[in-house]
């Protein structure tokens, strides 16, 4: 493979991972001696800026067209950047709800969370069913 089409593989495959909502992406593109070709991708999850969950980063190992297209494929199946978006809200929400249960905070201030949660989960897979149809 030539090293303008690498770049422009790599180059793509970061542009979609902008488009997905993923922040700060970086892809990258390795040769090593005595070791598969590689694609290495990070990205900073989460609603703080954090590289947590284990899912700041993922490898792809193998033959030249296939780490470029597992990259490919891996960032297609990812969220659209709104569902992230609400992903990491509920992330936060729910961390919240944790903490006030944590600290003994009273059921008036929590109860409105708790129905906030599961109205938007319920969302989340009536919106995922509409997809799936």
């Known amino acids: 493979m030539d090293t303008k089409i690498a770049q422009k593989r790599v180059d793509d ?5 902008v488009a997905k909502g993923m922040r700060q992406p970086d892809a990258k593109f390795s ?3 005595n070791r598969d070709p590689q694609v290495y991708l990070t990205w900073i999850k989460g609603f703080r800026g954090e590289r947590v969950d284990g899912g700041g980063y993922k490898f792809f190992n193998g033959g030249i067209s296939e780490v470029f297209e597992e990259a490919t494929k891996f960032i297609a199946e990812q969220p659209d950047a709104e569902t992230a978006k609400l992903h ?3 992330a936060a929400l729910g961390s919240v709800i944790d903490i006030g249960k944590q600290h003994g905070i009273e059921a008036d201030y929590l109860n409105p969370l ?3 949660m599961k ?4 969302n989340i897979l009536t919106h995922g069913d509409q997809h799936a149809a």
Do not use: G, P
Request: zero cysteines.
């Open 88 to 90: 990491d809200f509920m």
């Open 31 to 33: 040769l090593n001696a």
């Open 119 to 122: 109205k938007l989960s319920s």
């Open 13 to 17: 495959i970061s542009a979609a991972m």
């Open 114 to 116: 708790v129905a906030s």
